[in-house]
């Protein structure tokens, strides 16, 4: 974890500075090796960030926040950071939530996020046609406590029914070439699996 750290600040600077980089004239050929540079960078810090967040929930040092947050925004939100991806896709963001759900709640917003990028991001990466739609109903209500539901769906791939539990596995993915293809540990579901239980 402590290495993680200080891997993924020259990530960010490197990140950052394409970024700037991108903004300069270029021939083709060298747009796309900046192009390729972001991409790879990219890439390389979402499996250092899954790195940090799978030893952390390994050593127990994960906490859950209590705080006021707004359920709407954060889902509509994260829509938003998300459609970028969708629209490169030629694919549909759809985002349905129940009406009964209060404006503001109390829980971990910075978890539920967590939880919502990874399963709306793997949902777009394995959609090349339709849609990935998000959904959040109620389930209860008692005076002082609300149950949610959350859905993605969407018209993608799909998973073989006898890789339904060990996608669930840290280091695993559906099929062997799935990382060739789509990129990623197989660490994204893991960790989602274990922060929701």
Do not use: C, W
């Amino acid at each position: 974890a402590n290495m993680s750290h200080e891997i993924r600040t020259p990530m960010n600077a490197i990140i950052g500075f394409t970024n700037l980089l991108s903004k300069s004239e270029f021939s083709l050929e060298e747009k796309q090796y900046l192009n390729a540079i972001q991409t790879s960078g990219e890439n390389l810090l979402v499996i250092i960030n899954d790195i940090l967040d799978f030893s952390k929930l390994e050593s127990g040092k994960v906490t859950f926040e209590n705080i006021r947050f707004k359920l709407h925004e954060l889902v509509l939100m994260l829509a938003e950071f998300m459609r970028p991806k969708t629209m490169e896709k030629n694919i549909n963001l759809v985002v349905e939530i129940d009406d009964d759900i209060p404006e503001t709640l109390v829980g971990d917003p910075t978890r539920l996020n967590q939880i919502l990028i990874n399963l709306v991001g793997n949902a777009i990466k394995f959609t090349n046609k339709g849609e990935v739609k998000i959904t959040v109903s109620v389930l209860d209500e008692t005076d002082n406590k609300i149950s949610l539901k959350f859905g993605v769906k969407d018209t993608g791939i799909g998973i073989p029914e006898e890789s339904l539990t060990k996608i669930f596995e840290s280091f695993t993915q559906a099929a062997n070439d799935t990382s060739r293809k789509y990129g990623g540990t197989g660490l994204g579901l893991s960790i989602t699996r274990q922060l929701i239980e």
